[in-house]
């Protein structure tokens, strides 16, 4: 009932820009929070940026004045606009979506399968 892709990842060189999609089919559900995490190798997950669905974005500090999280929520899409990226920035972002089912507070987080992205030097 409920599938997260995302897209966007790729190469690109310390400095430039990427811009990751993501798309969140929950069908007779409604979508609360959405956001990025990253995973670089050998290191763990951690949360880049979410975005409530009235809009409320929260950062992690390494990232701040660089990424932008948006969503359009007609589209049950959320972006990750990604600047200035450094290599540092390496590492698999996947997209999650907290979900609630119609006529339940229950609510369940779903996670895409990732995309690569890559910032070399």
């Known amino acids: 009932q409920v599938q997260v892709v995302e897209s966007g990842g790729g190469l690109v060189q310390a400095g430039g820009s990427l811009r990751l999609s993501c798309v969140v089919s929950?069908?007779?559900?409604?979508?609360?929070?959405m956001g990025w995490h990253r995973q670089a190798p050998g290191k763990q997950r951690e949360a880049v940026a979410s975005?409530?669905?009235?809009?409320?974005?929260n950062y992690v500090d390494s990232v701040k004045g660089r990424f932008t999280i948006s969503r359009d929520n007609a589209k049950n899409t959320v972006y990750l606009q990604m600047d200035s990226l450094k290599p540092e920035d390496t590492a698999v972002y996947y997209c999650?979506?907290?979900?609630?089912?119609?006529?339940?507070?229950?609510?369940?987080?779903?996670w895409g399968q990732g995309t690569q992205v890559t910032v070399s030097s």
């Open positions: 929950a069908s007779r559900s409604s979508i609360n929070a």
């Open positions: 999650n979506a907290e979900v609630r089912r119609l006529f339940s507070r229950d609510t369940y987080d779903y």
């Open positions: 975005i409530s669905r009235g809009g409320i974005t």
